[in-house]
Structure formats: structure tokens, C-alpha cells
């Protein structure tokens, strides 16, 4: 009984960390998709400011 409550416990905290995992990694793809439109926001406004 030992051993399957050890099992199951695994495999709550694998999936605790695969859900954890997941959600930083649409974390970070969306920080590199607002930093980076930030940037070519403002390449592109400094570009038409000197031209």
C-alpha cells in the first residue's frame, strides 16, 4: 500500500510540475512577443521621427 501511495504521489507532483512548466513557458513566449512589438514599435517611430 506503501508503494502505491508513493506512485501517486510521483505522479501528482510530476504533473504539478509539468502544469508549472507549461504555464511559464506561455509566460515567457508572451513577454518575448510584447518586448520584441515594443521594440520594432520603437525602431519604427524613431525611424519616421529622423526621416
Known amino acids: 500500500m506503501s508503494k502505491v501511495l508513493d506512485i501517486f504521489k510521483n505522479m501528482f507532483l510530476d504533473l504539478f510540475s509539468m502544469g508549472k512548466g507549461f504555464l511559464y513557458g506561455f509566460i515567457m513566449v508572451g513577454l518575448f ?6 521594440l520594432f514599435y520603437g ?3 524613431f525611424k519616421n521621427l529622423m526621416f
Open 33 to 38: 512577443i510584447v518586448i520584441g512589438g515594443a
Open 43 to 45: 525602431i519604427l517611430y
